[in-house]
């Protein structure tokens, strides 16, 4: 078993950046894939960024190439979704996931709200 939280949520303007960290516990961590999930209000969840549990492999949504960035460090527990130049679209719960592939996840955390005002 996993438990994930997240943290690093808030409001900021358009145009500005955030950082969020999921900080993991329970097993191991980094025998995972790690990845950021969002959902905005009355939408679909949707993929966003992830990581493989080496470090080695990212993927990102098209929505988040160029502005936002996904790190881990596994010493830590820890994942990081480096969000820039924001947008008021991007306004959603991020959510952090735990899986063994890039399109499997089996835990998932509380999520954290990101609210970008235009």
């Known amino acids: 078993q996993v438990q994930l939280v997240e943290s690093g949520g808030g409001l900021v303007q358009a145009g500005g950046s955030l950082r969020l960290s999921c900080a993991a516990s329970?097993?191991?961590?980094?025998?995972?894939?790690m990845g950021w999930f969002r959902q905005a209000s009355g939408k679909e969840r949707e993929f966003v960024a992830a990581i493989s549990w080496s470090g080695g492999g990212r993927r990102y949504a098209d929505s988040a190439k160029g502005r936002f960035s996904i790190s881990k460090d596994n010493a830590k527990n820890t994942v990081v979704l480096q969000m820039s130049s924001l947008k008021p679209e991007d306004t959603a719960v991020y959510y952090c996931?735990?899986?063994?592939?890039?399109?499997?996840?089996?835990?998932w955390g509380q999520g954290t709200q990101v609210t970008v005002s235009s």
């Open positions: 996931a735990a899986g063994y592939f890039f399109d499997h996840y089996v835990y």
């Open positions: 329970g097993r191991t961590f980094s025998g995972y894939v």
